[in-house]
């Protein structure tokens, strides 16, 4: 499990499972009954963990209880979805009723078990793929959610596509402070701004946000791109921009200016860099790191030169798993670099950055 | 040996494959039982079946599927709904003597006994596994973190045996000495009841799917890995302290189905290319009964006299092999 997998996945085969979170009241069914209702020709399974009282319109609705497993290897966030495994496993022997599937979690719902099944069961990784994690956030009830709610806040940081819903309930004086959180707790997610759900299906399925070979398409200037925040409050995307850097992802602000006091956000991020690795202390750095900080690390993801290796490395994580594999070459006239983004809590900044800095060549 | 091709709509699952009154009948997951005698019977019994059990007397299967429902299947093709109350699916059941079903849905979970009374299983984690003791009084209940031990004609509390992680099945040894469960990491667990000592079954490379025991109880044979993995029994510590046999390796492919015969110390294996092999357990000789198919074997069971062999795989391939 926390091997450094070189495996290829045949990813083609597997079925698509989207994640949908989000508090309660953030328009996980509206979004749901739109993906459900709109003529894409695909049929999807759904599985919801409480029938809410607005209607789910869909032939394949499976109901589930929300069952956390911790597994028995001695690490507390080595956790899966019990549910989901039973759930999953049914569904799957009677291929070609669906195309895909849909997951709607609960509004509390921690989505690292989620996403953890994925990679720590076996039959399910045979059989399905983790497409992305959606997250719906409610514009106007946001930051009273952070300030009560650790799940509010890990949903955010734990998804690869930020729905920030019901936009037009706020003012827009208030949209870029909203933004500047958004973008503190997760640098990296796609953020939309949505009214009532509304969204092109494309921008949340069929992401590939967990396969290794397509981690950073969404993010091309992943190695390029600066740490700081650049304050560029006056250009937000909307759904329909197809601006080519996203200015959602220059805003990492990883160097620091943390102050948990302030929306009551505990996570942050990490960014570290470095010039060419050796391989032979990378490798046992990042096992070791994710074994140790894992409970602390909620996703995890990097692109890693090594020394004298003409194609790229590239890592992600969730908590203590941790998946890695080489992807395409270096292209000669590209800056050999590395660099990896942790996102989590209680994570020790000085201590990563200096051990990191170690495994340069 | 001979070999009857049964097959199942392609790409069907089959969920169960085995004997009812000596009739070969294969049940997949969509729901479709297929009979076959002389000329085939396909009965369309759930909107999705999500598992199944003979019953003791061996003349009738027990199904639930997606569709809430629990039916029963007799050798005619006749069937009837034995229930319908659940809103979740159910996929755990199992029979005990004189017809009585337990089943699983989620959380929820009911005994229903003979003359048709049923009892709540009281639990509150979800339902994983279900098995009866062999006399029928007591049903063990596999969850996360253990088994619980509920009376089925008694409102006492539930005996709970506690062993962390998740419990996703679970069986009794034939004398109803030993409780086995099958766990969510790639080992077994098992209790002593007179004393619930512990057993740790370990060092499976894969998920243990499924198990079964020789008809005196010697032996318990488990699949999850690259042969089957064959537990002593006859020792008064069981497996403890005890190497077991693997019998049956076939390079690098992955046991997914045993079974033992009926009469003989002899287990069926199946793999995941869809290849069935019978292994005697004294000497390890093996016994090639069917060639790499099309899917895993999924199930297996002997019928009574022990000379045919019902299987089937999850691609829809399935038959019936007769020794001779």
């Given at each position: 499990m926390n091997d450094v997998a070189t495996q290829n996945k045949q990813s083609d085969e597997k079925v698509p499972v989207t994640v949908l979170t989000g508090y309660l009241g953030a328009g996980k069914t509206t979004l749901l009954n739109r993906i459900l209702t709109q003529d894409h020709g695909r049929k999807y399974a759904v599985i919801v963990n409480e029938f809410g009282e607005i209607g789910i319109d869909n032939d394949l609705i499976v109901d589930s209880d929300e069952e956390i497993y911790e597994m028995n290897n001695g690490c507390v966030c080595c956790t899966v979805r019990g549910d989901l495994i039973r759930i999953l496993q049914g569904l799957m022997k009677?291929?070609?009723?669906?195309d895909a599937i849909i997951l709607e979690t609960t509004g509390l719902a921690d989505p690292a078990p989620v996403a953890q099944t994925f990679f720590m069961d076996e039959d399910v990784q045979a059989k399905t793929r983790l497409d992305a994690v959606v997250a719906l956030v409610d514009a106007k009830h946001v930051m009273a959610r952070l300030v009560d709610s650790r799940e509010a806040e890990d949903q955010i940081a734990f998804a690869d596509v930020l729905l920030l819903n019901k936009i037009d309930l706020i003012d827009n004086q208030e949209k870029p402070e909203l933004l500047r959180i958004l973008k503190k707790i997760n640098p990296h997610a796609m953020i939309h701004e949505t009214t009532r759900a509304e969204i092109s299906l494309d921008q949340i399925l069929?992401?590939?946000?967990?396969?290794l070979a397509r981690i950073l398409d969404d993010d091309p200037k992943f190695l390029s791109k600066p740490d700081h925040d650049h304050h560029h409050h006056d250009h937000q995307c909307g759904p329909d921009c197809d601006h080519d850097s996203h200015v959602h992802h220059d805003h990492s602000n990883a160097q620091g200016n943390l102050d948990p006091s302030v929306h009551g956000t505990t996570i942050e991020t990490i960014s570290l860099r470095a010039g060419e690795l050796d391989p032979n202390k990378f490798l046992p750095w990042i096992e070791k790191i994710t074994q140790i900080d894992g409970p602390g690390i909620l996703r995890l993801k990097g692109i890693v030169a090594f020394k004298d290796d003409p194609d790229r490395f590239v890592v992600q994580g969730i908590h203590m798993i941790l998946e890695g594999d080489y992807q395409k070459a270096w292209r000669s006239n590209e800056k050999r670099s590395s660099r990896l983004v942790f996102i989590g809590r209680n994570l020790d900044r000085q201590k990563l950055e200096r051990t990191f800095a170690a495994c340069a060549v | 040996m001979m070999s009857t091709i049964a097959n199942l709509e392609p790409g069907a699952y089959t969920q169960w494959a085995g004997f009812l009154n000596d009739i070969p009948t294969f049940a997949d997951a969509k729901g479709f039982i297929r009979l076959v005698d002389g000329k085939e019977k396909s009965v369309d019994i759930h909107d999705g079946l999500l598992c199944a059990a003979s019953d003791i007397d061996g003349k009738s299967l027990v199904s639930g599927g997606e569709d809430g429902m629990i039916c029963r299947l007799y050798a005619d093709g006749s069937s009837n709904i034995v229930h319908q109350a659940e809103t979740k699916w159910i996929d755990k059941i199992a029979t005990g003597p004189a017809g009585t079903i337990a089943y699983g849905s989620g959380r929820r979970g009911k005994i229903i006994l003979k003359n048709d009374d049923i009892r709540e299983?009281?639990?509150?984690?979800?339902?994983?596994g279900l098995a009866f003791a062999p006399k029928g009084m007591r049903l063990a209940i596999s969850r996360y973190d253990g088994i619980e031990l509920q009376w089925i004609n008694s409102d006492s509390p539930n005996q709970f045996l506690q062993w962390k992680g998740a419990h996703t099945g679970v069986m009794f040894s034939p004398d109803g000495t030993y409780v086995i469960s099958l766990m969510q990491e790639n080992a077994l667990h098992g209790w002593r009841l007179r004393d619930k000592k512990h057993m740790q079954m370990t060092g499976y490379p894969s998920k243990v799917s499924s198990m079964s025991w020789s008809h005196k109880g010697k032996w318990l044979g488990t699949s999850g890995a690259q042969a089957a993995i064959i537990w002593p029994f006859?020792?008064?510590?069981?497996?403890?302290g005890k190497a077991p046999r693997e019998l049956g390796g076939m390079g690098k492919v992955m046991v997914t189905q045993v079974c033992f015969h009926p009469t003989a110390e002899m287990l069926a294996v199946g793999y995941e290319n869809g290849m069935i092999m019978a292994v005697r357990i004294d000497d390890g000789q093996i016994v090639s009964l069917r060639r790499e198919g099309h899917g895993t074997i999924t199930a297996m069971n002997w019928d009574e006299a022990g000379t045919r062999l019902a299987f089937g795989s999850d691609e829809g391939e399935a038959g019936i092999i007769t020794l001779s």
């Amino acid at each position: 499990m926390n091997d450094v997998a070189t495996q290829n996945k045949q990813s083609d085969e597997k079925v698509p499972v989207t994640v949908l979170t989000g508090y309660l009241g953030a328009g996980k069914t509206t979004l749901l009954n739109r993906i459900l209702t709109q003529d894409h020709g695909r049929k999807y399974a759904v599985i919801v963990n409480e029938f809410g009282e607005i209607g789910i319109d869909n032939d394949l609705i499976v109901d589930s209880d929300e069952e956390i497993y911790e597994m028995n290897n001695g690490c507390v966030c080595c956790t899966v979805r019990g549910d989901l495994i039973r759930i999953l496993q049914g569904l799957m022997k009677r291929k070609g009723r669906f195309d895909a599937i849909i997951l709607e979690t609960t509004g509390l719902a921690d989505p690292a078990p989620v996403a953890q099944t994925f990679f720590m069961d076996e039959d399910v990784q045979a059989k399905t793929r983790l497409d992305a994690v959606v997250a719906l956030v409610d514009a106007k009830h946001v930051m009273a959610r952070l300030v009560d709610s650790r799940e509010a806040e890990d949903q955010i940081a734990f998804a690869d596509v930020l729905l920030l819903n019901k936009i037009d309930l706020i003012d827009n004086q208030e949209k870029p402070e909203l933004l500047r959180i958004l973008k503190k707790i997760n640098p990296h997610a796609m953020i939309h701004e949505t009214t009532r759900a509304e969204i092109s299906l494309d921008q949340i399925l069929q992401r590939n946000a967990f396969d290794l070979a397509r981690i950073l398409d969404d993010d091309p200037k992943f190695l390029s791109k600066p740490d700081h925040d650049h304050h560029h409050h006056d250009h937000q995307c909307g759904p329909d921009c197809d601006h080519d850097s996203h200015v959602h992802h220059d805003h990492s602000n990883a160097q620091g200016n943390l102050d948990p006091s302030v929306h009551g956000t505990t996570i942050e991020t990490i960014s570290l860099r470095a010039g060419e690795l050796d391989p032979n202390k990378f490798l046992p750095w990042i096992e070791k790191i994710t074994q140790i900080d894992g409970p602390g690390i909620l996703r995890l993801k990097g692109i890693v030169a090594f020394k004298d290796d003409p194609d790229r490395f590239v890592v992600q994580g969730i908590h203590m798993i941790l998946e890695g594999d080489y992807q395409k070459a270096w292209r000669s006239n590209e800056k050999r670099s590395s660099r990896l983004v942790f996102i989590g809590r209680n994570l020790d900044r000085q201590k990563l950055e200096r051990t990191f800095a170690a495994c340069a060549v | 040996m001979m070999s009857t091709i049964a097959n199942l709509e392609p790409g069907a699952y089959t969920q169960w494959a085995g004997f009812l009154n000596d009739i070969p009948t294969f049940a997949d997951a969509k729901g479709f039982i297929r009979l076959v005698d002389g000329k085939e019977k396909s009965v369309d019994i759930h909107d999705g079946l999500l598992c199944a059990a003979s019953d003791i007397d061996g003349k009738s299967l027990v199904s639930g599927g997606e569709d809430g429902m629990i039916c029963r299947l007799y050798a005619d093709g006749s069937s009837n709904i034995v229930h319908q109350a659940e809103t979740k699916w159910i996929d755990k059941i199992a029979t005990g003597p004189a017809g009585t079903i337990a089943y699983g849905s989620g959380r929820r979970g009911k005994i229903i006994l003979k003359n048709d009374d049923i009892r709540e299983i009281n639990i509150d984690r979800t339902i994983e596994g279900l098995a009866f003791a062999p006399k029928g009084m007591r049903l063990a209940i596999s969850r996360y973190d253990g088994i619980e031990l509920q009376w089925i004609n008694s409102d006492s509390p539930n005996q709970f045996l506690q062993w962390k992680g998740a419990h996703t099945g679970v069986m009794f040894s034939p004398d109803g000495t030993y409780v086995i469960s099958l766990m969510q990491e790639n080992a077994l667990h098992g209790w002593r009841l007179r004393d619930k000592k512990h057993m740790q079954m370990t060092g499976y490379p894969s998920k243990v799917s499924s198990m079964s025991w020789s008809h005196k109880g010697k032996w318990l044979g488990t699949s999850g890995a690259q042969a089957a993995i064959i537990w002593p029994f006859s020792g008064k510590d069981g497996p403890m302290g005890k190497a077991p046999r693997e019998l049956g390796g076939m390079g690098k492919v992955m046991v997914t189905q045993v079974c033992f015969h009926p009469t003989a110390e002899m287990l069926a294996v199946g793999y995941e290319n869809g290849m069935i092999m019978a292994v005697r357990i004294d000497d390890g000789q093996i016994v090639s009964l069917r060639r790499e198919g099309h899917g895993t074997i999924t199930a297996m069971n002997w019928d009574e006299a022990g000379t045919r062999l019902a299987f089937g795989s999850d691609e829809g391939e399935a038959g019936i092999i007769t020794l001779s």
